[in-house]
């Protein structure tokens, strides 16, 4: 006699997989000239969600309520299924940012500066 596995419970499979993907580039560069000290740079993310729902692998259960429920006496039930849809989203993130400190005295320095995202 065959054994059939129980997919739910504790232990049981996901019903869905996550996969994250982060791909960054980030680089910055600075330029000393006289009273000036210029730094700036950038950066670029690419991120990805891939969600993939594989199948329901419990079943739907409805119950008409508490008594139903703990003398197993389920109103309507649907069976294992099979499907497969992804969800995927996609986001791509890019900064800059532009720092330029000014030594305008010996005991006085300002800080200019720009971001933007």
């Not at 996550?18 to 680089?27: E, L, T």
């Not at 309507?76 to 996609?90: A, D, E, I, M, T």
Request: hydrophobic share 35%; glycine share 12%.
């Amino acid at each position: 006699m065959e054994r059939s596995r129980l997919f739910g419970g504790v232990g049981g499979e996901p019903a869905y997989f996550y996969h994250w993907n982060s791909f960054q580039i980030y680089d910055d560069a600075l330029v000393s000239k006289g009273t000036h000290t210029i730094k700036f740079g950038g950066a670029v993310e690419r991120m990805q969600l891939n969600i993939r729902a594989l199948s329901d692998p419990s079943g739907i259960w409805r119950f008409p309520g508490v008594e139903g429920f703990l003398t197993n006496k389920p109103a309507s039930s649907k069976g294992h299924r099979q499907y497969s849809f992804p969800r995927n989203l996609r986001q791509t993130l890019f900064g800059l940012y532009v720092q330029d400190d000014w030594r305008w005295k010996s005991n006085l320095t300002l800080n200019l500066g720009c971001v933007t995202r």
